[in-house]
């Protein structure tokens, strides 16, 4: 009896400590928002293209949560959401899509005309000149590793995206 009490309690103490860990991830999450959006009013006067490098993460990571994201979205200036003239996810997980799909009824029309997603650095390419990007290792890596995967498993294409005159 005593055992299991103990069990209980330990169990109930590593689910505080994860949850815990959640919310400090968040925060900090959010204090990168801050700063990067300080440092976008600071450098954009004119239209800007942002791009969302998601691969070359761990896969067990999803991403950032429905919360932060809306947060995050709620802390841009109406200035940096007018001046933006595409959002360019790269390697879209099914986490992001989904978020996508469930955001569409919240967030404007106007945003989600600028929202592409792109699947591969090859396609990054035909909308944007690679050498301006600064592309870690592990996308690199990441998008070498997908590429292989889609050619073994049906060599099928995707259509091409394309960015919205403004």
Do not use: C
Not at 51 to 60: D, T
Not at 76 to 82: A, F, G, N, Q, T
């Amino acid at each position: 009896m005593i055992q299991r009490v103990t069990l209980r309690i330990q169990r109930v103490t590593v689910r505080i400590q994860r949850v815990t860990l959640r919310i400090q991830r968040e925060t900090l999450r959010i204090q990168r928002v801050r700063y990067l959006l300080s440092r976008l009013e600071q450098l954009v006067s004119d239209d800007y293209i942002l791009v969302y490098l998601s691969g070359g993460r761990n896969i067990s990571s999803t991403g950032p949560s429905f919360h932060w994201l809306k947060t995050a979205y709620h802390l841009i200036d109406r200035k940096l959401k007018k001046n933006l003239r595409a959002l360019l996810v790269v390697h879209p997980t099914l986490w992001v899509r989904t978020i996508v799909a469930l955001t569409r009824p919240f967030i404007s029309s106007k945003f989600y005309r600028k929202l592409t997603f792109v699947y591969s650095l090859t396609e990054l390419a035909q909308l944007l000149p690679l050498d301006q990007l600064d592309i870690p290792d592990a996308v690199k890596e990441a998008d070498f590793q997908m590429m292989a995967r889609e050619k073994k498993r049906s060599g099928g294409r995707r259509g091409r995206p394309t960015l919205a005159p403004h």
